[in-house]
């Protein structure tokens, strides 16, 4: 049995549709990059590492400002989580 796509039946209709499933993919892929990134600092946080968590905060503000450009996250969105991140590690450091 050949299951279609819940799409119309028509040709540029089904390309928007294969086009949205990679899309889809692609963007699910990043978002889970980005939360494995944002946990990592949070880890380095709560392990009281300053230096790696300012190497993690740099790599993890990097994806988040590229998502942004790449239309997978709000810039609202990306710049709350680096500002909490960074507020975190500064404290973090402050306190060392």
Request: glycine share 4%.
């Given at each position: 049995?050949?299951?279609?796509?819940?799409?119309?039946?028509?040709?540029?209709?089904?390309?928007?549709?294969r086009q949205s499933l990679?899309?889809?993919?692609?963007?699910?892929?990043?978002?889970?990059?980005?939360?494995?990134?944002?946990?990592?600092?949070?880890?380095?946080i709560a392990g009281k590492?300053?230096?790696?968590?300012?190497?993690?905060?740099?790599?993890?503000?990097?994806?988040l400002d590229k998502a942004?450009?790449?239309?997978?996250?709000?810039?609202?969105?990306?710049?709350?989580?680096?500002?909490?991140?960074?507020?975190?590690?500064?404290?973090?450091?402050?306190?060392?």
């Amino acid at each position: 049995m050949l299951l279609t796509p819940p799409v119309a039946d028509h040709p540029s209709a089904l390309k928007r549709h294969r086009q949205s499933l990679k899309r889809r993919a692609r963007n699910q892929a990043t978002k889970t990059r980005l939360r494995h990134l944002v946990r990592d600092v949070r880890t380095a946080i709560a392990g009281k590492d300053g230096a790696a968590a300012a190497e993690q905060l740099k790599a993890a503000s990097k994806a988040l400002d590229k998502a942004v450009t790449k239309g997978v996250l709000h810039r609202n969105s990306a710049a709350r989580k680096i500002s909490r991140l960074a507020h975190a590690v500064h404290q973090l450091s402050a306190r060392s």
